[in-house]
């Protein structure tokens, strides 16, 4: 099993619509965990952290589950501009970082 | 917000050089920096944990003797790609993570490489 995982996608929504994506991971003693965003051909840029009682940053909603050991990001009302790659990104206290393959969203008109 | 620079954005060099790629944290100390490799439609692939004053830490498969890291500061690393070939063109990203900081890591713009 890899150590963390994301259906690849693409998912293809209209604009407005809500959407959300789930990464699972292996590791019970993974500590922190976020989300990141990578359009094409661009480093990756930090989205939000996901935090244990979860996160809301505007349209955005970052939530754990360390008992099923997911963590999921929901996109409400979403954006031409929200189109890109999400990936989810795992720190389990190794000084090393876990990075899922992404998952690609396509936002249509 | 923590910015990472890195240079070049793009080289375009011919097989059996030497390519440099420098990562610098321009507002902030990293104890720690990373070196990624990312093919395209792929995910990002670690190579390397470079520690500021002491040897990198490479991932499995990743030949230290090709891939030269050096961490000199708490602001600078720097990924050498020594006799270069075809194979090694790629999409080339570092990331740092602020010394005392929470656990979030900041990448810098990537470095293309194409080897000819």
């Known amino acids: 099993r890899k150590e963390v995982e994301q259906d690849p996608g693409p998912f293809n929504v209209p604009e407005g619509a809500t959407v959300a994506f789930n990464c699972t991971y292996s590791n019970s003693a993974s500590q922190s965990f976020f989300w990141y965003r990578q359009d094409c051909r661009k480093e990756p840029k930090l989205l939000m952290s996901v935090y244990s009682s979860g996160n809301e940053d505007g349209r955005f909603t970052a939530q754990l589950n360390r008992a099923s050991q997911y963590i999921s990001l929901l996109i409400r009302d979403s954006k031409l501009s929200d189109s890109a790659t999400y990936l989810c990104a795992i720190y389990s206290g190794t000084y090393k970082y876990i990075f899922g393959t992404g998952t690609r969203l396509k936002v249509l008109a | 917000g923590a910015v990472v620079s890195q240079h070049p954005s793009w080289v375009i060099c011919k097989s059996g050089t030497s390519v440099k790629i420098e990562c610098r944290s321009l507002?902030?100390?990293?104890?720690?920096m990373f070196w990624y490799r990312q093919f395209p439609k792929q995910s990002l692939m670690l190579m390397a944990t470079?520690?500021?004053?002491?040897?990198?830490?490479?991932e499995q498969g990743v030949e230290k003797d090709k891939f030269l890291i050096n961490h000199a500061s708490l602001t600078l690393s720097t990924l050498t790609v020594t006799s270069a070939h075809p194979e090694d063109s790629s999409f080339y990203i570092c990331?740092?993570?602020?010394?005392?900081?929470?656990?979030?890591?900041?990448f810098g713009p990537g470095t293309r490489l194409t080897v000819t």
């Open positions: 990331s740092a993570r602020e010394e005392g900081g929470a656990y979030e890591q900041y």
């Open positions: 470079s520690n500021e004053g002491s040897k990198a830490t490479y």
């Open positions: 507002d902030f100390q990293a104890t720690t």
